[in-house]
Nanobody, 115 residues
Framework: QVQLVESGGGLVQAGGALRLSCAAS????????MGWYRQAPGKQRELVAR???????NYLDSVKGRFTISRDNAKDSVYLQMNSLKPEDTALYYC?????????WGRGTQVTVSS
């Protein structure tokens, strides 16, 4: 059974930085499309960043230039470096792994950015 466990969330002031980590079980990081999603209260879940097995990345327009997704195959982990954080980045951040019709989700880690 694949599990995704997020960590690294917390409370930070606007302009600060956080690094989220997603530890996967089952050696999937190198084979799956890995993504970070977020959901703020009262809003729909949205894709923040995605990393394909071949290294292609996609970012939400509002985080381009501030967030960076990366992975460590040896550690079976995916990361989201978040710089220049804004209050509107406040949300529950989820790690996702997807391949064909198979998809896994973590339980999320809370990021709160104060103004």
């Amino acid at each position: 059974q694949v599990q995704l466990v997020e960590s690294g969330g917390g409370l930070v002031q606007a302009g600060g930085a956080l690094r989220l980590s997603c530890a996967a079980s089952g050696s999937i990081v190198r084979m799956f499309v890995m993504g970070w999603y977020r959901q703020a209260p009262g809003k729909q879940r949205e894709l923040v960043a995605r990393l394909s097995p071949g290294g292609r990345t996609n970012y939400l327009d509002s985080v381009k230039g501030r967030f960076t997704i990366s992975r460590d195959n040896a550690k079976d982990s995916v990361y989201l470096q978040m710089n220049s954080l804004k209050p509107e980045d406040t949300a529950l951040y989820y790690c996702n792994a997807a391949r064909a019709s198979v998809e896994y989700w973590g339980r999320g880690t809370q990021v709160t950015v104060s103004s």
